[in-house]
C-alpha cells in the first residue's frame, strides 16, 4: 500500500505547537496502519523536486492509493520563509495531476480563523488584502481537486457553505496517543480533605483562551489545586489579568513541553478545558483535549462548545457554564463524591480506543479508497 503525504511547509520533528505536532502524528499513522508513504514537504523547490519524482513514478507504474494533505495555518502560496507568493502552482500542480490519474485527495483544514474580525485585527490595508483573497484562493483550488476536505467539527461547516465544497466536508479531529498509563494512587478513589484535587491546564493564554473564571473559582478551595501549563511570555502578556493569582498557594503557573508534562499528568485528576465560549471557541476541537484523553484523564467543558459536545456524546467528563459559580458548584461536588471521578475515567478508557491516531489515518483510508 502507497499514499502521498503533504504538507505545505518543512515538517518540525521538534514541533511544540499543535499546529506542527498533528501533520507529525497523521504521518506517524499511516506508517503505523501499514502504509509506505511519499512526503512531499518543505519549501516550493523541495515539494517540486518531489512532485518530479512523483510524475516519474507515475509514469513507470507505481500506484498510489491516494494523497492526504495537511494544509498551513498561512494560506498555500504564502508558506516561504518571507511569504510571498513566488510559487503559486507547485501545490495545486500537485493536486491537480492526481486527480488526472485518478488518485483521490483529501485535505485537513486547519483553521477558519481568518474568517474573524479578530484576524483582521492583525493586519491592514493590502497585507491584510492579500492574505484574505490567498485564503479565498485555497478554497476555490480545493473545490477543484479535493474528494474530500476535513475540519475538526461539523460546527466549522457553516463557514464553508460554498458550492463546490459543500459535499466534500467532514470531520477529523485530532487523536489520542496509544500510550499506556500506569495504574497508581490517581486511578484510585481519593480522599479529598487529605489531599487536594488536582486540576490541569495546558495551552495557550489571552485572546480566546480566558482561564480566569477558572482561577477565580479555585484561589479560595483549599480542596483544589491547579497547575497552569504555558508559554513563558503569554503568562508575561496576560499578567494584568492573570498575575494577581500567583500569591495563592494552590494555583501554580509552569513552562513545560514535551516529556516534561509527562509527572503534571501523572498527578493531576481532572483536566480543564473551560473557556469563555465565542463563536471562535465553539467549533475547536484542541489538540490538548485528546492528550487529555491520551492520559485518561476526565475533563472539565464549556458548555456549547464542540469539544464540550465531544465530552457529553463519550461521558469523559463534565460539560458546565463557564461561570465562577458552576465551576466552583462542580469542583465542591467532585471533591464530595470521588466515585465520580473513577466512573469517568472508565469512559476515557473506552473513548481513548475510538480515538487513536491509527483510526484517523484508518478513516482516511476508507474514504478515498
Not at 144 to 157: A, G, M
Not at 327 to 347: C, D, H
Amino acid at each position: 500500500m502507497k499514499c502521498i503525504y503533504h504538507i505545505p511547509i518543512p515538517l518540525d520533528p521538534n514541533a511544540k505547537s499543535a499546529s506542527g505536532i498533528r501533520p507529525q502524528k497523521m504521518l506517524q499513522a499511516f506508517k503505523d496502519i501499514g502504509y509506505d508513504v511519499t512526503v512531499v514537504s518543505g519549501y516550493a523547490k523541495e515539494r517540486k523536486k518531489r512532485f518530479d519524482e512523483i510524475k516519474t513514478q507515475v509514469k513507470n507504474g507505481v500506484k498510489f492509493d491516494f494523497l492526504y494533505s495537511e494544509s498551513s495555518t498561512m494560506p498555500t502560496i504564502l508558506t516561504e520563509p518571507h511569504h510571498m507568493p513566488i510559487h503559486p502552482f507547485v501545490d495545486f500542480s500537485l493536486f491537480r495531476f492526481c486527480k488526472k490519474n485518478g488518485i483521490k485527495i483529501g485535505l485537513f483544514y486547519r483553521d477558519i480563523y481568518w474568517k474573524f474580525d479578530i484576524y483582521k485585527k492583525t493586519m491592514h490595508g493590502l497585507k491584510l488584502w492579500g492574505a484574505l483573497a490567498s485564503y479565498r484562493y485555497d478554497l476555490f483550488q480545493y473545490g477543484k481537486f479535493l474528494d474530500k476536505l476535513y475540519v475538526p467539527d461539523q460546527k466549522v461547516f457553516k463557514f464553508l457553505d460554498y458550492p463546490r465544497l459543500k459535499d466534500k466536508l467532514d470531520t477529523l479531529p485530532p487523536g489520542c496517543e496509544a500510550r499506556e498509563v500506569l495504574k497508581g494512587k490517581k486511578n484510585e478513589l481519593r480522599n479529598f480533605e487529605k489531599e487536594p484535587l488536582q486540576i490541569f491546564y495546558v495551552g495557550g493564554l489571552g485572546g480566546q483562551y480566558q482561564i480566569s473564571e477558572l482561577l477565580e473559582a479555585v484561589k479560595d478551595n483549599p480542596l483544589c489545586e491547579v497547575t497552569v501549563c504555558c508559554r513563558q511570555e503569554e503568562w508575561e502578556n496576560n499578567q494584568d489579568i492573570l498575575g494577581e493569582y500567583c500569591r495563592f498557594f494552590n494555583i501554580h503557573i509552569i513552562h513545560e513541553s514535551g516529556r516534561k508534562l509527562d509527572k503534571y499528568y501523572e498527578e493531576a485528576d481532572i483536566c480543564s478545558l473551560l473557556f469563555k465560549p465565542d463563536i471562535y471557541i465553539e467549533m475547536a476541537m484542541p489538540y490538548k483535549a485528546f492528550e487529555y484523553l491520551s492520559w485518561l484523564k476526565p475533563v472539565l467543558a464549556s458548555k456549547g462548545t464542540a469539544i464540550g459536545n465531544f465530552v457529553e456524546q463519550h461521558d469523559t467528563g463534565w460539560v458546565i457554564e463557564y461561570t465562577i459559580p458552576e465551576i466552583k458548584k462542580m469542583l465542591n461536588q467532585l471533591v464530595e463524591n470521588p466515585e465520580l471521578l473513577y466512573q469517568k475515567r472508565n469512559a476515557c478508557i473506552e473513548a481513548k480506543k475510538e480515538n487513536l491516531w491509527t483510526m484517523r489515518a484508518e478513516k482516511v483510508a476508507e474514504d478515498l479508497k
